[in-house]
Nanobody
Framework: QVRLVESGGGLVQSGNSLRVSCAAS????????MAWFRQGPRRGREFVAA????????DYTDSVKGRFTISRDNAKNTMSLQMNSLKPEDTGVYYC?????????????????WGQGTQVTVSS
């Protein structure tokens, strides 16, 4: 059984930075892509960023490109999302997810395992 545990959320002011992390146990390693999704107030859960199993490929939703950086350490079974220049619209619960293959996917239905989420709140 896969277990994903997020950490690092919090309250920050607009323009500041925050790093959220995800620790994986169970089915781990470089075989599976991983991703961050977020769910803001009155919004569905949306794709934020993903990284391939090996870590060589990444992708981001347009609204965070140039501000967020996803990374992973397969030796430690961890994944992180460095968020810079945060905006109030980045507010939401951030979820870590593990996919079914090495390749990046963008749909919720392409991810089998999810963490419990960590709250990120950006004040204006």
């Amino acid at each position: 059984q896969v277990r994903l545990v997020e950490s690092g959320g919090g309250l920050v002011q607009s323009g500041n930075s925050l790093r959220v992390s995800c620790a994986a146990s169970g089915r781990t390693g470089s075989m599976y892509a991983m991703a961050w999704f977020r769910q803001g107030p009155r919004r569905g859960r949306e794709f934020v960023a993903a990284i391939s199993g090996s870590g060589t490929d990444t992708d981001y939703t347009d609204s965070v490109k140039g501000r967020f950086t996803i990374s992973r350490d397969n030796a430690k079974n961890t994944m992180s999302l460095q968020m810079n220049s945060l905006k109030p619209e980045d507010t939401g619960v951030y979820y870590c997810a593990q996919g079914r293959s090495h390749y990046i996917r963008h749909m919720r239905s392409d991810y089998d395992f999810w963490g419990q989420g960590t709250q990120v709140t950006v004040s204006s």
